[in-house]
């Protein structure tokens, strides 16, 4: 068991090795900044959908507290003519629109808090978006700096080497 254990560790150390040489940092954050952009667009747009339907949700509730209003008139109406009977089945209608207008309220309570949810969790992923597109930004800055570093090196290196071809000619 020993050889093939150490023989899985091996491998594994090997492949973690080229692994983490592969890995270039400007181009892992770009990555995650376009899974951040895309996340960001899906919430924006379920944000969006949660929205439509809370305004849905808002005009049927208005609806069924109109209703209720227009049944609790025609029950004071029909109590008004008499009719007890008449009074009764606008009572019931009245109640059952009363109950559906509480369902859509507490409903809309939900969505509303949805919608807030959403919203903080827009501005905490652009938050998090900013500081990664500034990372890029510094990223990016130190590899063009360390790219003039070097070639300022090479270019030093060459002068000095012609130097000593251009003394070592002066001998002949």
Not at 86 to 110: C, I
Request: charged share 40%; proline share 1%; aromatic share 4%.
């Amino acid at each position: 068991m020993g050889i093939f254990t150490r023989f899985r560790d091996i491998i594994s150390a090997n492949i973690n090795s080229m692994l983490d040489s592969a890995e270039d940092p400007e181009k892992m954050i770009r990555m995650m900044i376009r899974e951040m952009e895309d996340t960001l667009v899906e919430i924006k747009s379920s944000c969006a959908g949660v929205m439509a339907n809370a305004k849905t949700v808002q005009r049927q509730a208005n609806e069924a507290g109109n209703r209720e209003n227009d049944w609790n008139i025609k029950a004071a109406l029909a109590v008004d003519k008499g009719r007890d009977d008449l009074a009764r089945e606008a009572l019931v209608e009245k109640r059952r629109y009363s109950r559906k207008a509480e369902a859509l309220e507490d409903e809309l309570v939900e969505l509303n808090g949805l919608v807030e949810k959403y919203k903080a969790d827009i501005c905490q992923l652009e938050d998090k978006l900013r500081t990664a597109r500034e990372k890029q930004r510094i990223l990016v800055q130190r590899h063009i700096h360390a790219r003039k570093k070097i070639r300022a090196e090479e270019e030093i290196r060459r002068m000095d080497s012609a130097e000593s071809i251009l003394k070592f000619n002066q001998f002949d």
